[in-house]
């Protein structure tokens, strides 16, 4: 047993001095991962790294990417400013129209249409007729742009003098809008017209159908571009001025710019061509609004988003007989939202040059959003 004792003493006195110093098993050489900092190396357990900074792993490094770091639950895109909370995304959405790089291309691809809530938008300009900014686009009070939407909306418009003075007309105007899809919208649309004038009696009747497809040519930041066909069915009896009587035919382009922080415009511009006839020439019409949305008035319970609206309509006839006679009217009025996505508008309209259509024009409209 003596013996044993000195042979184990001697055997753990030359391993002992065969081994390295303890120092030695602080980690690898520096100059093989020079940024990652290293926890002391303990012989009673295994040696622990500490994870390293974001600012150390280089950005195309995709390897280990954890998942975690994107909470998508809302689809809440918080760092760039885009709070898609309450967006609900149907099936077969493309989710890569929200990601970062391919934001400008949002609207390169046509999707099933989807029902958006008020103050809930796309990435760089929801053609549902929201700012990036957060603020919705209200329609104006003649110069409107039918967005991508789904929308009911009903127009009253008692006018005085009409017809060079002769009559005043009381209009009931109905209009639906059905977008299909992201990018195209079908309208239909006609009224109800009382007409009374100076001499003889009241008359009510039915005005011509009005169709129209519009397409979303282009969706960006700032601006929406659309471009429209819009026909007239003449249903209306025109021996009683209530419809023109022949078909008419109306290429558009609509177009909206968005200044930001509440202020953009809206602007029409159609060319009506007579179809089935030769004794009326075409019109060359024009409308442009000035729109500026007070942002304060944002969680108002009443007059939310209420919005001021300044407008120039004008109509050029391009027939022969009377070509370049312009007559331009000038309308105001205020739109807001009501009922979280719906619309109500007041205005009213004077001509402003020496041809006239009517002495003046008021406007109420409501427009329910589905």
């Not at 357990?45 to 390897?63: F, L, N, S």
């Not at 025109?238 to 200044?259: N, Q």
């Not at 008035?297 to 407008?311: A, C, H, K, S, V």
């Amino acid at each position: 047993m003596r013996w044993s004792s000195v042979a184990v003493c001697a055997c753990v006195a030359v391993c002992s001095a065969a081994m390295p110093a303890r120092a030695q098993f602080a980690g690898p050489p520096a100059a093989i991962w020079p940024d990652i900092p290293l926890a002391p190396v303990s012989l009673r357990r295994p040696p622990t790294m500490v994870a390293p900074d974001d600012d150390d792993i280089p950005e195309h490094d995709h390897g280990g990417h954890d998942h975690t770091a994107h909470d998508h639950a809302g689809h809440n895109h918080a760092g760039g400013g885009h709070d898609h909370s309450g967006h609900a995304h149907g099936g077969g959405h493309n989710h890569t129209l929200h990601g970062g790089t391919d934001h400008a291309h949002g609207f390169d691809t046509i999707h099933p249409y989807e029902n958006h809530e008020r103050g809930v938008f796309e990435a760089y300009g929801h053609a549902g007729h929201t700012s990036i900014e957060g603020y919705p686009f209200v329609h104006g009070i003649r110069t409107e742009i039918d967005f991508i939407e789904r929308a009911l909306e009903w127009d009253l418009a008692p006018t005085f003098g009409a017809d060079g003075g002769t009559v005043d007309e009381v209009e009931f105007d109905s209009e639906l809008v059905w977008a299909l899809n992201s990018r195209m919208i079908f309208i239909i649309g006609g009224p109800l017209i009382s007409r009374d004038p100076q001499l003889g009696s009241q008359t009510i009747g039915g005005g011509d159908l009005e169709l129209g497809f519009q397409f979303l040519s282009y969706g960006g930041e700032n601006s929406l571009f659309f471009t429209a066909l819009n026909v007239g069915v003449p249903t209306g009896d025109s021996s009683r001025d209530f419809g023109a009587g022949h078909v008419i035919l109306e290429p558009t382009a609509l177009w909206l710019y968005d200044f930001r922080e509440g202020t953009y415009i809206q602007s029409r511009f159609g060319w009506e061509i007579p179809v089935s006839t030769t004794d009326v020439g075409s019109e060359f019409r024009y409308d442009v609004g000035l729109f500026h949305t007070f942002l304060a008035t944002r969680d108002w319970t009443w007059f939310r988003f209420f919005t001021p609206i300044i407008e120039m309509n004008g109509v050029t006839l391009l027939s022969e007989n009377g070509h370049g006679d312009t007559v331009i009217d000038l309308t105001g009025g205020v739109r807001w939202v009501v009922r979280g996505s719906d619309e109500i508008g007041l205005g009213g309209s004077l001509p402003i040059t020496g041809s006239k259509n009517f002495d003046e024009q008021f406007i109420l409209s409501y427009r329910l959003h589905f």
